[in-house]
């Protein structure tokens, strides 16, 4: 951004941004952090502003171009302002005329300058005594590790923790990508728990005057296919016992839930679990599905396949062609927004089954929708191994068939994944 002249501007607006969020210091950002807020933004704004676009503005992406005046206009309306425009003239300070002030001040520089450079120094000395400046010392007997008290979901997560030697009233956990949910620790506090709404391969973090002190992974597992009505913050809950199979579905009852709602909702089957040895930056998938109400708030027909690895994820969405513009193809570090790409080839009529074929190879992706190819790109961070599979649906779907197989196109053994 080396020709854009508001960099002092887009700081500000940053800044705000950042406090009405809440989640602590951007730099400790991640990914997921960054999609998170491109959804937040959406439903503030009826815009999307891809995760790629928001790293660039925080400087977490190297980027020569200024930022369009379509992202710094909805950045503005995120933070409360109309536009661009009305933000900066709110920020913007008025040029002062000479005055008798300003004739008083000049007469004072010599006694000013000393005043002032004795206020530096003061100020550094307070800088170098605040621990949010000072690197992060870890004392070896710190320790931060959990369990699940149980299977299935909801599941309460035990942390156990020796705080020793740490001094900072400012101790939590921080559960998982997501900044807000955090718990708040006491100094000498042995234990603390907190609640998980759904399976999945999640981050839990030890942070200390807001940085990071130890992190380890936590796998919350659905036992089996696991079905939920996402409502937030709780969803509904149907085991693998209540749902129907070939094909897999939502009971009549919960169809009937849904369709009674008069907000979107969104309806997902999932399957997290451990895939030994198979690498989600290789392997195949072929599903089989449809959506079963696409009525009301319903009419796009989105649906979406996700992929859960160690490391990242990827999201493959589809809907009516009239609604591709709504759509986001996120493939672990890239993601395509369908405001600012053409996403027509994902547009499908998923009223009745369709056959998806994802084949993932050496960070390629391809996508196919009966047997014609739609779409091939790349990714550039490993999603790391195989943790789960997400099928969504605006409203409600089934899946007919679903197969899982190794980089060398090998069915996964029934052990791991009961292809269907």
């Not at 951007?26 to 439903?43: A, M, R």
């Not at 696409?294 to 994820?313: D, F, M, P, Y």
């Not at 027509?344 to 391809?366: E, M, N, P, W, Y």
């Amino acid at each position: 951004m080396k020709d854009f002249t508001d960099h002092i501007f887009l700081s500000k607006c940053r800044a705000q941004i950042e406090e009405k969020l809440g989640w602590g210091s951007s730099v400790s950002w991640h990914n997921e952090v960054f999609e998170k807020l491109s959804d937040v933004i959406q439903e503030s704004t009826a815009v999307r502003l891809s995760s790629t676009t928001l790293k660039r503005v925080w400087g977490r992406v190297q980027y020569q171009s200024a930022p369009s005046i379509h992202t710094l206009n909805t950045l503005s309306q995120f933070a409360g302002y109309t536009d661009w425009l009305d933000f900066k003239n709110q920020h913007t300070q008025p040029k002062r005329s000479l005055d008798l002030r300003s004739i008083f001040q000049r007469s004072l520089i010599p006694g000013a300058a000393i005043m002032i450079a004795t206020l530096l120094i003061f100020q550094l000395s307070l800088a170098r005594l605040d621990p949010r400046q000072q690197p992060l010392v870890v004392p070896d007997q710190v320790r931060f590790s959990s369990r699940p008290i149980a299977q299935g979901l909801p599941n309460t997560v035990v942390f156990d923790l020796d705080l020793e030697g740490l001094r900072s009233d400012s101790l939590h956990i921080q559960q998982d990508w997501d900044k807000t949910r955090t718990i708040q620790l006491r100094r000498g506090q042995k234990q603390a728990t907190g609640i998980y709404y759904y399976p999945g391969y999640f981050r839990a973090k030890l942070l200390v005057d807001g940085q990071i002190l130890k992190e380890h992974d936590l796998f919350i597992k659905s036992q089996g296919w696991l079905g939920t009505v996402d409502y937030k913050p709780i969803p509904t809950y149907l085991t693998d016992v209540q749902l129907g199979h070939e094909p897999l579905s939502f009971p009549g009852s919960t169809l009937s839930e849904i369709a009674a709602l008069e907000k979107p909702h969104y309806s997902s089957f999932h399957w997290v679990d451990a895939f030994p040895e198979i690498s989600a930056d290789d392997f195949s998938l072929e599903a089989v599905l449809q959506n079963t109400y696409r009525e009301k708030w319903a009419v796009c027909q989105t649906a979406k396949l996700v992929v859960l690895g160690t490391t990242g994820a990827m999201v493959i969405p589809f809907s009516i062609p009239g609604c591709v513009s709504d759509l986001g193809l996120m493939l672990n570090d890239v993601y395509l927004s369908g405001k600012e790409h053409d996403l027509s080839a994902l547009g499908a009529d998923f009223s009745s089954f369709r056959k998806i074929r994802l084949t993932v190879q050496a960070q390629q992706v391809r996508i196919l929708l009966d047997d014609q190819e739609l779409l091939t790109t790349t990714y550039a961070e490993p999603v790391g191994q195989l943790a789960g599979l997400r099928i969504r649906f605006l409203g409600a779907g089934e899946v007919q068939s679903l197969k899982l197989m190794d980089a060398e196109g090998h069915l996964l053994d029934s052990a791991v994944f009961p292809s269907f």
